[in-house]
């Protein structure tokens, strides 16, 4: 029998032996999806630093406490308290050679080391700082600091023994500064989040531990 010409000779190939990409796979949408490419902890991007967070907020408490302190110094005379509130809210002008809200008085050398070591603490601890939370708890916490340890070493009497300026008087709380304020509201929010367990990396107790505990079982697993 005469072969036909225009028949051709040529076979289907199967598909899988010959496509360079057979070990991809076609998502639902058409997409195709390498099997080798899929990195399970590509979602899982490291949270960003927060660093640059804690620094602008003490910058930020700083530069508002020490205008505060120049204008209070400046237009407030001692002994002439300036009225917002009748007697409730009053300007007053106070040196402070204690704490926050004129405590310890007679220990100003030793606030001011205190004072430094806090400053000391909250550096260290901002270097690997990924919590915002944190970041302005400890924020607050700095800029209160530096601006009480800017007067403790530049106002007379002299360095380390210098008087804090102290000028808002809200009733019968003691006289206080935006300093002061700032390192109380830092404190207490520091406080808050160590209670209910979120950690100065992001994470919070209870997370860390079942992640530790998951790390756990699967070292046992795989040693069996």
Do not use: Y
């Not at 051709?8 to 390498?34: A, I, L, M, W, Y």
């Not at 005379?77 to 106070?94: A, F, H, Y």
């Not at 023994?161 to 300093?179: E, L, M």
């Amino acid at each position: 029998m005469r072969h036909d010409r225009g028949v051709s000779d040529d076979r289907p190939t199967d598909s899988t032996s010959s496509d360079p990409n057979r070990d991809q796979e076609t998502g639902p949408d058409d997409t195709v999806v390498s099997g080798t490419d899929v990195d399970p902890a590509a979602g899982a991007a490291p949270k960003r630093l927060r660093t640059t967070m804690l620094v602008l907020i003490a910058v930020v408490v700083l530069a508002f406490d020490l205008v505060t302190k120049i204008a209070a110094v400046h237009w407030i005379k001692p002994g002439n308290p300036v009225e917002i509130i009748g007697d409730v809210v009053t300007l007053r002008m106070v040196r402070n050679p204690g704490a926050a809200f004129s405590m310890a008085t007679g220990m100003t050398w030793l606030l001011t080391i205190v004072a430094v070591c806090v400053v000391i603490g909250v550096i260290r601890i901002g270097r690997t700082l990924r919590s915002p939370w944190w970041a302005l708890g400890l924020g607050l916490v700095l800029g209160g600091a530096l601006g009480n340890l800017i007067d403790r070493f530049f106002r007379s009497p002299g360095p380390l023994q210098g008087h804090v300026v102290d000028f808002v008087s809200i009733g019968w709380w003691p006289v206080f500064n935006v300093a002061d304020s700032s390192i109380v509201c830092g404190a207490i929010l520091l406080v808050a989040l160590s209670l209910f367990g979120f950690e100065p990396n992001g994470e919070r107790v209870a997370t860390s531990k079942k992640k530790a505990q998951a790390s756990t079982d699967a070292g046992t697993a795989g040693q069996q």
